[in-house]
């Protein structure tokens, strides 16, 4: 009752001033890499911080575990094949993210919000594609992945830009420098917009590879290069909620933290940790699909509340629109309110029937409340663990059909697709119907 309440306060004054929002991505962290999630050796003291003043998800999800498609579900609340994303676009892409596609930022453009993205896009490096183009007031950033550089170990690219803007401002930064740099020009963002509200888009480079962290941040960690990355990035998020402390912004201000995918095992002590999740980027197994989510607001969403319900990133921006009072767009959406589950509500559950989880044009798995059916696919499983930086090598591997109760294996360790033909015929289908209105195989 008092949280409806709360929320209806935040609605009302939503006419007069609607809450500003920070939207954190890191890139490839895994479920096991923040100490709130269980690592024993990564400590993020602020992200710690933001679960324990506000609520953490334990079943979140991307709608696809790679770069680009996980980027497009997250802006456009719409899973990555209706908008024809695919896997990671390179420097030779001539496709991206249409400027006709609605997002979280062209929405709250148009309710008044000063808006800004520091850090990697990759929906596009052309002008055509860039932030700017899609309700960003201000970019500054890589445009793609920071491994598609001339210093890669196993193809040719040509030299990373850095942009701001629409312009090249430098090729091949210092990439250490990039996890700070966003992070001020985060606080200046703000401070230059206190008086109004704002939203701030801040998809890190990191912890993709290659590992870069500012000499201040090195060798901090007990968690090896990886640590220290992984620890620079809550570093950030330290000073960012200190800059909203001191300019009184806490209360009206929500800041959400999760990541793009999972883990990139293959480069063994330079990637991150599904925990006890299965495989990891690249599968939609839960160490590839499932990923850390912690949101903060006070007086709306409960201090110290975990969220066991599934969610996705296609359901931000629906949300978000809600609480900010902006209009959503035509178009059909796949995401969904998960207002009820931020701020806690008696008995809210998940608002969508399942999930779905493709790898290009072909269904690989859905969820459905507590159940997980993979459908007959091929994944690349690890073959030779990587070191030191350097990629190991995969190999393709089949999962026949398969039923998980994920309440009670997460680890998705056992088959129970005979001791369940029934809740097999009924995902089986949801994955038909959702075949041809994806238009996937």
């Known amino acids: 009752m008092l949280s409806t309440l ?23 962290l895994g479920y096991g890499d923040l100490s709130c999630y269980g690592s024993k050796t990564i400590k993020t003291p602020h992200l710690d911080r933001l679960a324990k003043e506000g609520m953490k998800f334990t079943d979140f999800y991307v709608a696809q575990a790679v770069c680009s498609a996980s980027r497009a579900a997250l ?5 990555p094949n209706r908008v024809k994303i695919f896997g990671a676009l390179g420097p030779n892409a001539k496709t991206g993210l249409p400027s006709t596609e609605p997002t979280i930022s062209s929405l709250l453009k148009a309710r008044g919000y000063a808006t800004a993205c520091f850090g990697k896009w990759h929906l596009g490096h052309l002008p055509e594609f860039l932030p700017t ?38 090729t091949n930064p210092d990439q250490s420098q990039l996890t700070p740099e966003y992070t001020r020009r985060t606080i200046q963002f703000i401070e230059q917009h206190k008086d109004k ?19 201040d941040r090195r060798g901090k960690s007990a968690g090896g290069l990886y640590g220290d990355v ?23 201000t929500l800041v959400i933290f999760t990541s793009d995918n999972g883990p990139w095992l293959s480069y063994g002590n330079h990637g991150g940790s599904a925990g006890n999740l299965r495989e990891g980027k690249g599968t939609a197994w839960e160490g590839g699909v499932r990923v850390p989510m912690l949101a903060r607001l006070p007086g709306v969403i409960p201090a110290g509340s975990i969220c066991r319900e599934p969610a996705m990133t296609i359901d931000l921006l629906p949300t978000l ?22 701020r806690g509500e008696k008995d809210a559950k998940s608002p969508k029937e399942a999930y779905y989880f493709c790898w290009g044009r072909q269904l690989h798995a859905v969820r459905a409340g507590r159940w997980k059916l993979h459908l007959p696919h091929t994944y690349p499983t690890l073959k030779t663990p990587g070191k030191d930086g350097k990629p190991g090598a995969f190999m393709q591997a089949k999962t026949p059909l398969a039923l998980y109760d994920l309440e009670t294996d997460p680890g998705e360790r056992d088959n129970l697709v005979e001791k369940h033909p ?20």
């Open 75 to 79: 802006l456009t609340g719409r899973y």
């Open 422 to 441: 029934e809740v097999v015929k009924r995902l089986q289908e949801l994955a038909e119907t959702a075949r041809t209105d994806l238009d996937v195989k």
């Open 321 to 342: 629109a809600k609480w900010c009072g902006a209009k959503l767009p035509e178009l059909k959406l796949d995401g969904k309110d998960i207002g009820p589950l931020l």
């Open 133 to 170: 183009r899609h309700g960003f007031d201000r970019y500054y950033g890589l445009p793609y992945s920071n491994d598609m550089w001339p210093k890669h170990p196993t193809a040719k690219f040509p030299p990373l830009p850095l942009i701001e803007g629409e312009k090249t401002i430098e």
């Open 6 to 28: 709360l929320l209806g306060l935040v609605l009302v004054s939503a006419a007069e001033r609607p809450p500003n929002v920070i939207l954190i991505f890191a890139d490839d």
């Open 197 to 215: 509200p704002f939203f701030v888009y801040l998809p890190h480079t990191m912890p993709h590879v290659p590992l870069f962290v500012a000499e």
């Open 230 to 252: 992984v620890e620079a990035i809550d570093h950030g998020v330290g000073q960012i909620l200190e800059c909203l402390a001191k300019n009184d912004l806490e209360k009206n």
